[in-house]
């Protein structure tokens, strides 16, 4: 999936004194308050993070008094996603008019029937409702299908995806991975939790449940 980075970040994180004995809690804690919120300096969403205290002095700054500062190397995962990047999620919800998505689990997306491409054909049998491909019979896309589609744009504020399934090799997923030989760009890269690697394809997973 695009639209995920790992980026190097330079912290300061501002501690009250009443901390200083559990400095390394309240790091966490801050740090912790980053997650699943678009930051404008990071130009994405916080996912998840490694961090290496710097300094293991602390140092009173001047102008906020009583806090002092703590300097830190930090390692984040972001989900960043641009227009005409390529993005999966799990479909909970579809009409006539529209597929919505649940992307990495917190971020919601949405594909109005404009942006569907003509060859899927909305169909309702006995109230189960799907799009099924007219030049493909066995792809399909219904409530709990994972699929792949391009982003439009994204209301920041919300964390709210607008879609497309215009380009053809968007679709189900797992449709699509049997007749493609493309590897995934998430497959490519790995990421450090602690003492944990693991791969940003079985984090992604992880976020979807």
Do not use: C
């Amino acid at each position: 999936m695009e639209g995920l980075k790992v980026s190097d970040a330079n912290l300061v994180v501002y501690v009250h004194p009443s901390k200083s004995r559990r400095v390394s809690q309240a790091i966490l804690r801050e740090l912790s308050s980053l997650l699943f919120k678009f930051h404008e300096v990071f130009d994405g969403v916080v996912l998840a993070y490694d961090v290496e205290i710097v300094d293991k002095i602390a140092k009173i700054l001047p102008g906020i008094h009583p806090y002092f500062g703590v300097r830190l190397n930090a390692k984040l995962l972001l989900f960043s996603p641009k227009p005409n990047m390529l993005v999966e999620g799990k479909v909970v919800k579809l009409t006539q008019e529209s597929i919505h998505i649940i992307v990495l689990g917190f971020a919601s997306a949405v594909i109005i029937s404009e942006d569907i491409r003509e060859d899927f054909r909305y169909k309702n049998k006995n109230g189960k409702e799907l799009y099924r491909s007219r030049s493909q019979k066995h792809h399909s896309i219904k409530v709990g299908t994972m699929i792949r589609f391009m982003v439009k744009s994204m209301d920041e504020e919300i964390l709210h995806i607008y879609g497309s399934l215009l380009p053809a090799h968007t679709g189900s997923i797992s449709w699509l991975d049997k007749n493609s030989t493309e590897i995934s760009t998430t497959d490519r890269y790995s990421f450090r939790i602690g003492n944990i690697i693991i791969s940003l394809s079985e984090f992604v997973t992880s976020l979807v449940g």
